[in-house]
């Protein structure tokens, strides 16, 4: 269960301030340290502030990874709400260079994602917040599936609702996953399966009845 320290009067400077916390807080969180086992003494010293400093601007830790991963997820978001299946050039391709996006930008951020999902884990509010992005995805994508349904370039028999959790909250996993068991050379190819399983397996997926069935036995 998360505290909540009533906040004194924000110092002047307050946004030279809180970045100078965020910024602590993103090295110990790189140095290795699980977030639940870094103190607050250990950001008052790392960032060379007082605890009444402190919580001028943060009421605690855990509106500390909240506000800490807040650019990250809205920079996410916006990369799925700016993806238009209709842009004229083959869906799988671009989807691949999308995913390769997605998954470089966790790369460079993933100690504070791990940081923010081992928060999330025990903390109603922060899983709120860790799943937003997520649900955001799953929006865009279903109002995309929709409107290609209505054009005629995916299959009508497709349930768009339930294809788009199945890619974007699977895919959310599966990115997860990758990240934790890959160093990085595995990436091209990884972002390449993504992008060609969610374009062919939903956006452009054949209709039933042209699926071919395999030989009886």
């Given at each position: 269960m998360a505290s909540f320290t009533r906040r004194a009067k924000a110092d002047p400077g307050t946004p030279a301030v809180e970045s100078r916390i965020l910024a602590a807080t993103e090295r110990l969180i790189e140095r290795g340290e699980r977030y639940t086992e870094i103190s607050v003494q250990q950001i008052l010293t790392e960032a060379g502030v007082s605890r009444a400093t402190f919580y001028a601007?943060?009421?605690?830790?855990?509106?500390?990874?909240?506000?800490?991963?807040?650019?990250?997820?809205?920079?996410?978001?916006?990369?799925a709400q700016g993806w238009d299946p209709a842009a004229g050039e083959d869906g799988a391709d671009r989807y691949t260079r999308f995913f390769a996006d997605v998954i470089a930008?966790?790369?460079?951020?993933?100690?504070?994602?791990?940081?923010?999902?081992?928060?999330?884990?025990?903390?109603?509010?922060?899983?709120?917040f860790y799943t937003a992005d997520l649900e955001g995805f799953d929006q865009a994508v279903l109002r995309t599936l929709v409107e290609q349904q209505q054009s005629g370039k995916t299959p009508a028999d497709l349930d768009a609702a339930a294809a788009s959790r199945v890619i974007v909250w699977g895919g959310g996993q599966a990115?997860?996953?990758?990240?934790?068991?890959?160093?990085?050379?595995?990436?091209?190819a990884f972002a390449r399966e993504l992008g060609h399983i969610w374009w062919y397996g939903a956006y452009r997926r054949p209709p039933a009845n042209n699926l071919i069935e395999e030989p009886k036995k």
């Amino acid at each position: 269960m998360a505290s909540f320290t009533r906040r004194a009067k924000a110092d002047p400077g307050t946004p030279a301030v809180e970045s100078r916390i965020l910024a602590a807080t993103e090295r110990l969180i790189e140095r290795g340290e699980r977030y639940t086992e870094i103190s607050v003494q250990q950001i008052l010293t790392e960032a060379g502030v007082s605890r009444a400093t402190f919580y001028a601007h943060f009421r605690d830790k855990t509106d500390l990874i909240v506000r800490l991963t807040a650019d990250l997820r809205q920079r996410l978001l916006e990369m799925a709400q700016g993806w238009d299946p209709a842009a004229g050039e083959d869906g799988a391709d671009r989807y691949t260079r999308f995913f390769a996006d997605v998954i470089a930008l966790h790369r460079r951020k993933g100690f504070v994602l791990a940081a923010l999902r081992e928060v999330a884990s025990y903390d109603q509010t922060v899983r709120g917040f860790y799943t937003a992005d997520l649900e955001g995805f799953d929006q865009a994508v279903l109002r995309t599936l929709v409107e290609q349904q209505q054009s005629g370039k995916t299959p009508a028999d497709l349930d768009a609702a339930a294809a788009s959790r199945v890619i974007v909250w699977g895919g959310g996993q599966a990115i997860a996953r990758h990240i934790e068991v890959d160093n990085g050379d595995g990436d091209a190819a990884f972002a390449r399966e993504l992008g060609h399983i969610w374009w062919y397996g939903a956006y452009r997926r054949p209709p039933a009845n042209n699926l071919i069935e395999e030989p009886k036995k």
